[in-house]
């Protein structure tokens, strides 16, 4: 580890950064791991400079240029007091050198400064967007351009690298350089908050686009019930087509519905139990990560324990098959009324939360397909409750 030449409050001479320029500085503290000298200047400017960019005030001091011989003997008047022309000075050694010293920081600093402008001449003129080339049909010229920057970069690059050029200085003092960091940090931070991404409209319609989608709203329920009336008769075969139609009081009991609504807020309440494993889903547009319970196990443990109960106190079960068309006659009824409610509910949501699927400004289409991408209340996710938990636990 490098001993340090220079103390703490010590005047010296420091070099300007970009120049060949000194000026007497005072030491103000080191830094034992950058290496870094912190010298005040008289202006009160603070920088870093590195070891080699300070000298101490007795390297600059004039010195008196002393003859050749200093022997009383040899200043007698009638010696010639005029020199040898063959004999340069000393002081004259010693400018040379430091002329090349001069020089060779010189040829540094037109180095630094030609790679800090070649640099930046690649950065800004490299973005493939203002390149008027790319309309042309000519995409070649921009990697020409870049390769025409690298090769002279190498060229024009000495031994030190980019980083060295940028971080060995800092032209501003450190309290003005507090100051452009704190506006720069704020400007960024005001910057992150207004950025809002707007969702993109529908293009591609499925299912038929929005005749299909009409269609399917009426068709999938008249399926439904079409086979559980086939399925009612003593010969269910196609021959039988179509099936007699019960009588529409007959399709509706409030009983049932009241039976179907306690089974659906049963799995709700076995869904906002604090049991199970909480995990997050994939992010969304706006950089949002929702979280879901995973307890889907400890629901059905749960729900066959309740129909163990039933069965102890004898309830009576066949219920559930004498009303079976009720039962699905209530699912559709319910269904609807929750369908229209989130699609009501959907047209006051933000941008970022609507469905890139449902997005294409027709209501039909929309209301199909979904509108909203994760409709919640609260924590309540009712997309991916009633997907799988209402259905799948009564089916088995």
């Not at 007699?244 to 709700?268: C, M, N």
């Not at 069965?311 to 269904?335: G, I, N, R, T």
Request: a positive charge; charged letters at 25%; glycine letters at 6%.
């Amino acid at each position: 580890m490098p001993s340090r030449r220079f103390a703490d409050g010590e005047v010296v001479m420091g070099r300007w950064p970009g120049s060949v320029l000194y000026y007497e500085v005072q030491v103000t503290s080191y830094d034992d791991v950058s290496h870094l000298y912190t010298v005040k200047y008289k202006d009160g400017t603070e920088l870093a400079l590195k070891e080699s960019d300070i000298r101490s005030l007795s390297s600059f001091k004039p010195r008196k240029s002393q003859s050749s011989s200093s022997s009383p003997s040899r200043r007698s008047s009638s010696r010639s007091r005029s020199r040898s022309p063959g004999r340069p000075a000393k002081g004259r050694r010693r400018s040379s050198s430091q002329s090349r010293e001069h020089k060779d920081d010189r040829k540094k600093t037109i180095q630094e400064t030609n790679l800090a402008l070649l640099v930046f001449v690649c950065l800004f003129f490299k973005p493939s967007e203002n390149n008027t080339s790319r309309y042309n049909g000519e995409p070649e010229s921009t990697e020409k351009n870049d390769m025409s920057c690298i090769t002279s970069e190498q060229k024009l690059k000495p031994d030190m690298q980019l980083e060295r050029v940028l971080e060995q200085y800092t032209l501003r003092s450190r309290k003005e350089e507090k100051k452009k960091e704190e506006i720069y940090s704020e400007k960024k931070v005001f910057e992150t908050k207004t950025i809002e991404k707007v969702s993109s409209k529908t293009k591609e319609l499925e299912f038929g686009g929005r005749i299909g989608t009409f269609t399917l709203i009426f068709f999938l329920p008249a399926t439904v019930f079409y086979l559980l009336l086939m399925c009612k008769q003593e010969d269910p075969s196609l021959m039988n087509f179509p099936p007699p139609l019960p009588a529409l009081e007959s399709l509706w009991e409030a009983r049932v519905f009241g039976v179907f609504l306690l089974w659906f807020f049963l799995q709700a309440l076995f869904y906002l139990l604090p049991v199970g494993k909480v995990v997050e889903g994939l992010p969304l547009s706006n950089g949002k990560k929702l979280q879901y319970r995973i307890n889907g196990f400890y629901a059905f443990i749960l729900t066959a324990a309740a129909v163990g109960t039933l069965l102890y106190f004898q309830f009576e079960l066949h219920y559930l098959y004498d009303h079976f068309m009720q039962f699905a006659v209530s699912a559709a009824v319910f269904s609807m009324g929750l369908s229209i409610y989130l699609y009501i509910r959907s047209l006051k949501a933000p941008e970022e939360e609507i469905a890139p699927g449902g997005n294409s400004g027709y209501i039909i289409y929309d209301f199909f397909a979904g509108h909203e991408l994760n409709p919640r209340i609260g924590n309540f996710d009712l997309k991916y409750f009633c997907e799988l938990r209402p259905g799948l636990m009564g089916w088995v």
